[in-house]
């Protein structure tokens, strides 16, 4: 039987006040994919920052396997530092504990073979903040990898990507869970949600949790996003879902 990677137990969230993240439960095994749905502020980020152990539980208790290497959205990210592609690959490194020392030999192949594998191994000399979207994506991708964790915590990394890249980045993620590295992804696309090993619904609590298919209903989906979702019949195919989303980043 394979181990758990990420634990879960009536886990409850908080920043300070009542619980922003409640009656979460799940375990996933190690080398599987988990895809995160939820509205705008329903948790999906409080549950990231919960498993890097940025934020305690207010009560319940999780536990993940080594240190998770955390992917923030591009569109968070600051784009006039000064910064190569390959500089911001080699901040992988300073997971390692090293921060106030010169970067070794050994890190900087790290991080070019890291570039290599999300194809930019030719932009590494550069500026972060020149590279499209989908670029810059892949070089946070790079980051993760030199961190070399065993679960990575995505956090809605193919929104506003150009489809070449989120076809290279899709093959990554194959790549890395045949590697047995566990990928945790948050996103609004309900279709996507389905190629996943499991889902998690959220909305200010778990909804639910399982394999896509018979988690993914229509009632389960109404719970998760109220008037935030709009179901199209298809048929005797599966349900179709399109989210209508504000932009509010707040859990």
Known sequence: MTAAAVVAQDLAVAYGGDPVLSDVDFSLEAG???????????????LFRALTGELAPASGAVSVTGRPAYVAQTERTRLDFPVSALDVALMGSLANGRW????????????????????LADRADERFGALSGGQRQRVLLARALVQDAPV???DEPLAG???ASAEQIDALFDELRAEGRTLLVSTHDVDSARTFDRVICLNERQVAFGEPGPTL????LEQT???????LEDGDGPLRAVTVQHHDHSH
């Open 217 to 220: 209903t229509r009632a389960v």
């Open 152 to 154: 990575l915590l995505l």
């Open 225 to 231: 996003y109220g008037g935030e979702i709009v179901l």
């Open 32 to 46: 599987s994919s988990l895809c995160l749905l939820g509205p705008n502020g329903g948790g999906k980020t409080t």
């Open 161 to 163: 990507v150009d489809p």
């Open 100 to 119: 106030w020392l010169p970067a070794r030999r050994a890190d900087r192949a790290a991080a070019q073979a890291a570039l290599g594998r999300v194809s």
